[in-house]
């Protein structure tokens, strides 16, 4: 099972992009799910997470222009991404946790630029 990410591209600084991501197939009992994203020449970073009962977890970067989502029934993750910022460039990565096993998504590029 993979998880299978989309909705990157371009954008102006200020605008918006939604992420979203869902298992390939079924994956029972996910406790969490979330982003990651990784800059060039920059470690892997917690973006934020969302736990099976709805609470939340931002990086001090994103809060108040960031807001993940849930739909438990999908085993979908949604990231709204609002009033983007240059250094809001990355490769954005899926991740859920569930029974012990993480699952990763391929990446999806975000890039803001003018």
């Known amino acids: 099972v993979q998880l299978q990410a989309s909705g990157g591209g371009l954008m102006q600084p200020g605008g918006s992009l939604r992420l979203s991501c869902a298992p390939s197939g079924s994956i029972f009992s996910i406790n969490e799910m979330g982003w990651y994203r990784q800059a060039p020449g920059k470690q892997r970073e917690l973006v934020a997470r969302i736990f099976s009962g709805g609470s939340t977890n931002y990086a001090d970067s994103v809060k108040g222009r960031f807001t993940i989502s849930r739909d438990n029934a999908k085993n979908t993750v949604y990231l709204q991404m609002n009033s983007l910022k240059p250094e809001d460039t990355a490769v954005y990565y899926c991740?859920?946790?569930?029974?012990?096993?993480?699952?990763w998504g391929q990446g999806t590029l975000v890039t803001v630029s003018s």
């Open positions: 991740h859920a946790y569930s029974r012990f096993t993480n699952y």
